[in-house]
């Protein structure tokens, strides 16, 4: 095992690839050029040959050279095609920014051919994870390495794939580290995730300040977050997802679990932690995508909170808020909800809460259970127990009640409780 860093040294040289002896053939053919993105996607940009005659090449190759130049595809502009009487030339329009294309014909007679395909100058730059020079020590990490983003080094925005080049080319690293201080940005282009996979129970920590999306794919691991990028509105400083994910721990940053963009698949978390290294209120700021459920069935995961901000967009099966604000937004809560301390739960989604066989919903200290701000009317499954100055806002009475009792004082007096239930309800106050 050794310890390896990317460090983001690689000079820039723009991409050359150039196609020689071409052999316009006759009769009805299309050329085909694709581009790969980096999420997989292709564009392919097509000329068709018209006519039965044996026109001249070097016609076939300025059609195509204008089809491409003019093609809107992102991945397509990125590259700036030319030609000569029997070549055609693709070169990428910025230093250290590589493509991927291939070249294909339909039939024809007289055998079309784009002839032999040559890089005449290979892609180097410092944004490429499987380039040599971009490793401390010019070594690529391979299975069993240590890896690590260093603060001062580059983005890392291209060799994304699981292709055997790309980030998923080994399947038990033994840390991941985006060590503090390190400002690129993680995967992102062509909307593709940058793919890591790490052995069982290894390291997988975060504390980079650039925007980030990362797949761990099948690793199980319990990733811990430090630090992210601070997003605008509907973004995400680490967007992440993984199909093994135990437990993770987010302490500070914004973080998005299985969310937008390059999301796929199903992201697989059993337990979330949302804690705090230096503001309990605003350190944390979480999003659990609608796709998230737990490792082993299709429940959601489990929440647990001391600070910070939590959005669901998904059922989770249990919330523990002991500080912070959470919201659920999409679905319910099917298992136990405790409110402590200064936690506080907006019920904004129209569903019913703690509806399991063996749920309970408790709420001590300060804590304050919101119905305020949406109107449709949520089911509440269990008796909520309150033990302390807690508050119940319901303005608009769209609480429906199905437990006995609706509320259960615990010990405390009703002056104890600020109990905002709406108009024209009935309220029946009996001995516990």
Same mark, same amino acid.
């Given at each position: 095992?050794?310890?390896?860093?990317?460090?983001?040294?690689?000079?820039?040289?723009?991409?050359?690839?150039?196609?020689?002896?071409?052999?316009?053939?006759?009769?009805?053919?299309?050329?085909?050029?694709?581009?790969?993105?980096?999420?997989?996607?292709?564009?392919?940009?097509?000329?068709?040959?018209?006519?039965?005659?044996?026109?001249?090449?070097?016609?076939?190759?300025?059609?195509?050279?204008?089809?491409?130049?003019?093609?809107?595809?992102?991945?397509?502009?990125?590259?700036?095609?030319?030609?000569?009487?029997?070549?055609?030339?693709?070169?990428?329009?910025?230093?250290?920014?590589?493509?991927?294309?291939?070249?294909?014909?339909?039939?024809?007679?007289?055998?079309?051919?784009?002839?032999?395909?040559?890089?005449?100058?290979?892609?180097?730059?410092?944004?490429?994870?499987?380039?040599?020079?971009?490793?401390?020590?010019?070594?690529?990490?391979?299975?069993?390495?240590?890896?690590?983003?260093?603060?001062?080094?580059?983005?890392?925005?291209?060799?994304?794939?699981?292709?055997?080049?790309?980030?998923?080319?080994?399947?038990?690293?033994?840390?991941?580290?985006?060590?503090?201080?390190?400002?690129?940005?993680?995967?992102?282009?062509?909307?593709?995730?940058?793919?890591?996979?790490?052995?069982?129970?290894?390291?997988?920590?975060?504390?980079?300040?650039?925007?980030?999306?990362?797949?761990?794919?099948?690793?199980?691991?319990?990733?811990?977050?430090?630090?992210?990028?601070?997003? *605008?509105? &509907?973004?995400?400083?680490? +967007?992440? =997802?993984? #199909?093994?994910?135990?437990?993770?721990? %987010? @302490?500070?940053? $914004?973080?998005?679990?299985?969310?937008?963009?390059?999301?796929?698949?199903?992201?697989?978390?059993?337990?979330?932690?949302?804690?705090?290294?230096?503001?309990?209120?605003?350190?944390?700021?979480?999003?659990?995508?609608?796709?998230?459920?737990?490792?082993?069935?299709?429940?959601?995961?489990?929440?647990?909170?001391?600070?910070?901000?939590?959005?669901?967009?998904?059922?989770?099966?249990?919330?523990?808020?002991?500080?912070?604000?959470?919201?659920?937004?999409?679905?319910?809560?099917?298992?136990?909800?405790?409110?402590?301390?200064?936690?506080?739960?907006?019920?904004?989604?129209?569903?019913?809460?703690?509806?399991?066989?063996?749920?309970?919903?408790?709420?001590?200290?300060?804590?304050?259970?919101?119905?305020?701000? *949406?109107? &449709?009317?949520?089911?509440? +499954?269990? =008796?909520? #127990?309150?033990?302390?100055?807690?508050? %119940? @806002?319901?303005? $608009?009475?769209?609480?429906?009640?199905?437990?006995?009792?609706?509320?259960?004082?615990?010990?405390?007096?009703?002056?104890?409780?600020?109990?905002?239930?709406?108009?024209?309800?009935?309220?029946?106050?009996?001995?516990?």
């Amino acid at each position: 095992m050794a310890v390896k860093k990317f460090v983001g040294n690689a000079p820039a040289i723009k991409q050359v690839n150039t196609w020689s002896g071409v052999a316009r053939g006759s009769g009805a053919v299309k050329w085909y050029i694709s581009a790969t993105g980096e999420d997989g996607s292709i564009s392919r940009v097509v000329y068709t040959q018209v006519g039965t005659s044996d026109p001249a090449t070097s016609l076939l190759l300025a059609n195509f050279t204008s089809l491409w130049n003019n093609d809107p595809s992102e991945v397509v502009q990125r590259v700036t095609a030319s030609h000569t009487s029997i070549a055609l030339t693709l070169t990428a329009k910025t230093a250290g920014v590589p493509f991927r294309v291939a070249a294909t014909t339909s039939s024809g007679s007289s055998t079309p051919t784009w002839g032999t395909s040559t890089a005449t100058t290979s892609n180097s730059g410092p944004n490429v994870w499987h380039q040599a020079e971009n490793w401390d020590g010019e070594v690529i990490a391979a299975d069993t390495d240590s890896v690590t983003v260093a603060a001062g080094a580059g983005s890392i925005l291209y060799g994304l794939t699981s292709s055997g080049t790309g980030a998923a080319q080994t399947t038990a690293h033994t840390q991941f580290v985006v060590d503090e201080g390190y400002s690129g940005q993680i995967g992102g282009t062509d909307n593709a995730y940058f793919k890591i996979a790490l052995a069982s129970g290894k390291v997988f920590r975060f504390a980079g300040a650039g925007q980030a999306w990362i797949d761990i794919g099948s690793s199980n691991v319990d990733p811990e977050i430090n630090r992210t990028f601070t997003p *605008t509105t &509907g973004q995400y400083g680490l +967007s992440l =997802k993984g #199909t093994a994910i135990s437990d993770i721990y %987010i @302490n500070k940053g $914004n973080v998005g679990l299985g969310v937008e963009p390059g999301n796929t698949g199903t992201s697989r978390v059993d337990n979330i932690n949302i804690n705090y290294l230096d503001n309990q209120a605003s350190d944390a700021y979480v999003t659990i995508g609608g796709d998230t459920v737990q490792t082993t069935t299709t429940k959601g995961p489990n929440v647990v909170q001391t600070g910070g901000y939590c959005t669901a967009h998904t059922c989770t099966i249990g919330v523990t808020v002991d500080a912070g604000v959470y919201t659920q937004k999409v679905g319910g809560i099917t298992s136990s909800i405790l409110l402590r301390g200064t936690g506080r739960l907006n019920t904004d989604s129209v569903a019913s809460y703690a509806h399991g066989t063996d749920a309970l919903i408790t709420m001590a200290d300060e804590a304050v259970l919101d119905n305020s701000r *949406t109107m &449709g009317t949520k089911t509440i +499954s269990k =008796k909520i #127990t309150v033990k302390g100055p807690v508050t %119940i @806002n319901d303005p $608009n009475a769209k609480f429906t009640y199905s437990a006995t009792p609706d509320i259960d004082l615990d010990q405390i007096n009703m002056a104890d409780v600020t109990l905002n239930l709406g108009r024209n309800i009935t309220l029946v106050i009996g001995a516990s």
